[in-house]
């Protein structure tokens, strides 16, 4: 009988002047970037989360704490990588990932394919296992007032035999 296990992912970070933007893996052309310790990838961050949790393994913070030097300026790329390492060492297999990202800015649509395309080539699955979607909050909140950008994500591993 196959097991599946089903995660979910989050992460939120502030639009900031003199960074570039990377989502899910892509460099985005942008005047501004997401803060944080890293990348601030929260495409890549959200989905580290969704996997990490499907496979019972803790959170980004358990394996790649911001207080911990080696990961300053680490990209969401490395974090996905290193993320499919840990959910393979736990014997699960990515089945499919839904990525959503939430931003009022900047348009999203002419880089969903190569965001879908570099996740997949950090997970090593093929990218029609891969979905990236694009919400705006209609001028809504601080997302909607441009002031940062969010990501959910969702998805589901097999058990492997």
């Known amino acids: 009988m196959t097991s599946y296990r089903v995660g979910t992912g989050f992460d939120a970070h502030r639009l900031a002047p003199g960074r570039k933007l990377m989502l899910g893996g892509v460099e985005l052309p942008h005047p501004r970037g997401l803060e944080g310790h890293s990348d601030g990838d929260c495409a890549a961050h959200a989905l580290c989360d969704a996997l990490l949790g499907a ?20 990209t969401g790329t490395t974090f996905l990588q290193r993320t499919a390492h840990i959910v393979d060492a736990r014997g699960f297999a990515v089945e499919n990932v839904d990525l959503t990202v939430i ?3 900047p348009a999203l649509a002419p880089h969903m394919d190569e ?4 996740v997949g080539r950090c997970l090593a699955v093929d990218s029609d296992r891969v979905s990236v979607k694009a919400k705006s909050t209609d001028g809504l ?21």
């Open 103 to 105: 931003a009022q800015e």
């Open 141 to 161: 909140g601080a997302i909607g007032r441009g002031e940062g950008i969010a990501a959910i994500a969702t998805v589901l591993l097999r058990k492997k035999e």
């Open 115 to 118: 965001m879908r395309l570099a």
């Open 55 to 74: 496979a019972a393994a803790g959170d980004m913070g358990t394996h790649f704490p911001s207080s911990d030097p080696q990961w300053r300026d680490a």
